[in-house]
């Protein structure tokens, strides 16, 4: 139990679905993370909040579209998606300092997303 | 900009083998390095940490030195379980997170 809990833990959807993924941290944290894993590929960073303000955003498509709505919640909601974006989806939260982000990142176990 | 490069996996090993993973950097200034670890099923989870040259993480067994001067945090361990098959990450931060592409580990019985 690392306090960052995400659902669902699998999802399968069609390309022309609306669906969200959601996140929970019971850490205190004040920044939260979307992370996509692929197979065989590095990790890519996707959106990052801090204070609930979107302070990164990595070039993702517009279908994917996040919301934090306060400190403790993070949504990723999902629209017209591609095959492609099939992998698993990891959330993560951490705590910013003055200095920046000097801590370590806490996950959930990830939404498994699959696109038919 | 930064960059974490970890030696390709899979790697298959038997209990109770000594393990190395090779991670090397590159990054402006001076970052602090990781290892994370990614059971079957789970989300990543610190393995451990260092924050300045020549610190030795160390946890589960684990250790990894901090070492400047050829830019490499190699995670080791003296005898492996089946139990540490997963994918091992090595990171940075400086000031952003940096991950490597991950390092697949099965230890067979």
């Known amino acids: 139990e690392t306090g960052v809990t995400q659902t669902p833990r699998h999802l399968v959807m069609g390309m022309t679905n609306k669906k969200s993924l959601k996140c929970e941290q019971h850490l205190g944290h004040n920044a939260m993370y979307w992370y996509k894993q692929s197979a065989k590929k590095p990790l890519e960073l996707m959106f990052v909040?801090?204070?609930?303000?979107?302070?990164e955003n990595n070039s993702v498509p517009s279908r994917f579209s996040p919301e934090c709505p306060n400190s403790s919640h993070l949504f990723l909601h999902l629209h017209t998606l591609q095959p492609e974006d099939s992998a698993l989806y990891l959330c993560a939260s951490s705590q910013l300092g003055l200095a920046g982000n000097t801590g370590e990142l806490f996950f959930g176990e990830g939404s498994r997303l699959t696109v038919l | 900009g930064n960059s974490v490069t970890q030696m390709e996996g899979p790697v298959t090993l038997s209990e109770e083998a000594f393990l190395t993973i090779n991670c090397t950097y590159t990054a402006t200034g001076y970052p602090s390095l990781f290892w994370y670890v990614q059971y079957p099923g789970e989300g990543l989870q610190l393995l451990l940490k260092?924050?300045?040259?020549?610190d030795k993480g160390s946890n589960k067994g684990f250790e990894a030195t901090y070492r400047k001067e050829t830019t490499s945090f190699h995670l080791e361990k003296g005898s492996v379980q089946v139990s540490d098959s997963a994918v091992y990450f090595c990171?940075?931060?400086?000031?952003?997170?940096?991950f490597g592409s991950g390092t697949q580990l099965t230890v067979l019985p």
């Open positions: 260092a924050t300045k040259a020549d």
């Open positions: 990171a940075l931060r400086s000031p952003k997170l940096t």
């Open positions: 909040y801090s204070l609930e303000e979107r302070v």
